[in-house]
């Protein structure tokens, strides 16, 4: 049985309707997760958890190959591999003949990708075929003539030769009649003078071209080691733990360089992109067991299956219909992609710190790494702040993925109405994830083509979006705190961020990330609300204190010119001065407003060759110019400024192409 979001909801009310006042009273005394989740257990274990079946379906795989094999007669390969990817997905692998269709299934997709020139996605099948095994031992020569022809179209002669020479080898095995081998081997002969003459001189045109842009090479801290050594991390008790500069920072340096801890694809890229690295996917390798995910190479299956697929394989879809959020799939994977054992050998250390009046000193390393544990369990999760009604719902959804990993044989041998110390401690700890995640998950993202013109930001259109394809935890940049005017852009390499320099940073300076609302797009009624309601602060950034207009309320010919003063923080608003000397009302020196225009001149030279580098997709050349035209604005003026947001903006579109793309992208820009 499977539940919506509704029913699940439902069956929740219903399960916290059957607790007693006096276990409603015992949870909101409570003072620590392992009392919440043996309270609860009894009653939310009730919540029906669904079979947990593959869905896999070998009448519909066998339709998706006829499908298919008809859209490849008629030349319309698009659709044939749409079918052909269908069917992989859902082709069940548990007996020969199984197999069999499925790699049928993809030998008739790298056909259709032969028919496009598209040789590497070839090679790539065929590399798949034979970690599938089981294709009929009769055609194995086709594929290694294909294979041969893809060789030769790309100019490796050597392994041409080699693949030639085992599709007559493979030929001669098929036990054919020995006029069609005869004719076959013809065949083969044939194909391999044509595409020795026809082939070889267009390799070049064929071979795929790697990027321009070259990621500048990331230098770790010491410490921090997913951090530039110019970032440190303070504390003090309003702000929590923060980033800071201790160095003089350019715009554009890469400040973070990290792999996630753990990772998820959301429901709606869960067949889109790779459950594993979460980069999209063009030609999907098929999970053994479900048809719920993909995976975009058969290394990435193999980790999966090593890991946490083989806990989660066939409950994946569960999980999205129960209506659970993203930060629940990653409160699970963060177990799940673990075994037991790594968890119980941290109970002696950890327990004292699951209860809420733990007044222990957190026992901070001399290094802080990404994939530590220990980072994760003591990120911030606001428990003070935290109501006890809330925590029921909370232990509700940490029972039922719970009873996930029970079912997915997490702890060997169990019974779902039985609760042991060990299954009772890692509940406790998915409780204490799905509290952490609330304050310190990001998203994961990519660029897709985009059709949607009401959304686009008023301050650059385009035919795309960064689109959000799952979550994941980022232990050092969860460190970093919130700014409607952030320092910083952040992107996506498959599952990895990297996070740059939007802004000049200047030492002893705090280095702030954004948590979603914006001063240049977003009112500050709407960003004061939602930072409220979804991380329980005020926000007193410099926009939100000093009431800093949005990008449509902005002038275009104002500019705010700092004093000349060191140390004075006055700023003049210049509009239309016909004198160039300006007293300050705060310190009474005077400034001449001569240096800061002539130096900000310097920007009608490089703005309009960064724009043509952008036009052109030159996002690498393009980003220099930018930074060099960024620097010249934040030395002779201040924020904010239309021209600040109009370059940031453009900075963060280069930087967005440095990252994940979908498979099918194609960037247009429009300024």
């Known amino acids: 049985m499977k539940t919506n979001i509704t029913d699940f909801q439902k069956y929740c009310e219903k399960a916290i309707g059957k607790l007693s006042n006096d276990c409603i009273e015992s949870f909101r005394e409570a003072k620590d997760d392992i009392t919440r989740i043996k309270l609860m257990y009894d009653v939310a274990q009730q919540i029906p958890l669904g079979s947990g079946s593959s869905d896999k379906d070998v009448k519909l795989a ?80 086709k594929l290694w003539l294909r294979k041969a022809k893809c060789y030769d179209a790309l100019g490796n002669i050597n392994l041409a030769a080699e693949a030639y020479a085992e599709s007559l080898k493979t030929l001669r095995q098929s036990n054919l009649k020995e006029d069609a081998l005869q004719s076959k081997i013809k065949e083969i002969e044939k194909a391999k003078i044509d595409n020795k003459k026809g082939n070889q001189k267009k390799a070049k045109e064929y071979q795929e071209l790697i990027p321009a842009f070259t990621e500048e090479r990331f230098v770790a801290g010491s410490e921090f080691v997913a951090a530039n050594p110019k970032i440190t991390v303070a504390q003090d008790s309003y ?63 193999r980790m999966a299956t090593k890991s946490f697929h083989a806990v989660e394989c066939g409950f994946q879809r569960n999980l999205f219909d129960s209506g659970a959020s993203v930060n629940c799939l990653l409160a699970l994977r963060i177990i799940s992609q673990k075994p037991v054992q790594f968890f119980l050998d941290k109970r002696n250390k950890l327990k004292d710190f699951l209860k809420d009046s733990c007044k222990k000193n957190v026992v901070r390393k001399k290094i802080y790494r990404s ?31 719970l009873r996930i990993l029970k079912h997915g044989s997490y702890f060997g041998d169990y019974q779902d109405d039985i609760l042991t110390e060990d299954e009772l401690f890692i509940g406790s700890l998915i ?86 609302p914006l001063y240049m797009t977003d009112t500050l009624e709407k960003r004061q609300e939602e930072l409220k309601n979804n991380y329980w602060f005020e926000c007193l950034c410099q926009p939100c204190t000093d009431l800093w207009p949005t990008f449509q309320e902005m002038k275009e010919n104002e500019l705010r010119i700092p004093c000349k003063t060191d140390r004075c923080p006055y700023i003049f608003t210049v509009k239309d001065q016909d004198d160039p000397f300006i007293t300050c009302p705060y310190c009474n020196n005077t400034t001449s407003l001569i240096p800061y225009l002539r130096g900000l001149m310097k920007l009608e030279e490089i703005l309009p060759e960064a724009e043509h580098q952008l036009s052109m997709k030159h996002f690498e050349n393009a980003l220099k110019k930018f930074v060099q035209a960024l620097e010249i604005l934040f030395k002779y003026s201040r924020p904010p400024h239309p021209e600040i947001i109009k370059i940031q903006q453009r900075m963060r579109i280069c930087m967005l192409h440095f990252g994940n793309k979908a498979f099918d992208y194609k960037p247009e820009t429009q300024c």
Do not use: W
């Not at 008023?458 to 980022?474: D, V």
């Open 62 to 141: 066998e339709e998706k190959k006829n499908e298919g094999n008809r859209f490849f007669a008629k030349k319309e390969y698009g659709d044939a591999i749409k079918c052909y990817n269908h069917g992989i997905i859902y082709c069940p692998q548990e007996t020969i003949q199984d197999r069999e269709l499925l790699t049928i299934l993809v030998s008739n997709r790298s056909a259709t990708n032969f028919e496009l020139e598209k040789y590497r996605r070839v090679l790539d099948d065929l590399d798949y075929i034979s970690e599938i095994g089981d294709y009929p031992k009769h055609l194995k020569y």
């Open 239 to 301: 702000q929590g733990r923060y980033a800071k500069a201790v160095e003089d920072i350019e715009a554009g340096t890469i400040l973070v360089e990290e792999p996630a801890f753990s990772s998820v694809v959301d429901k709606d890229h869960a067949l889109v992109n790779c459950q594993n690295c979460l980069t999209s996917v063009e030609l999907p390798i098929a999970c053994p067991g479900c048809a719920d995910v993909i995976f975009c190479s058969t290394h990435c299956s």
């Open 431 to 516: 409780l204490r994830h799905l509290q952490i995640l609330q304050f310190n998950a990001h998203e994961v993202s990519e660029l897709q083509n985009s059709t949607d013109l009401a959304q686009k930001s008023p301050i650059m259109f385009t035919n795309y979006e960064n689109a959000t394809i799952g979550a994941a935890l980022y232990p050092t940049l969860a460190l970093f705190n919130h700014s409607c005017d952030p320092s910083i852009v952040r992107y996506n390499i498959k599952n990895k961020i990297i996070v740059r320099a939007i802004k000049p940073i200047k030492a002893d300076d705090i280095i702030y990330e954004n948590y979603g």
């Open 371 to 401: 994939d530590d544990y220990d980072n994760v369990f003591f990120l911030c999760r606001n428990q003070d702040l935290r109501k006890k009604e809330e925590l029921i719902h909370y232990s509700c959804m940490s029972i039922y993925l």
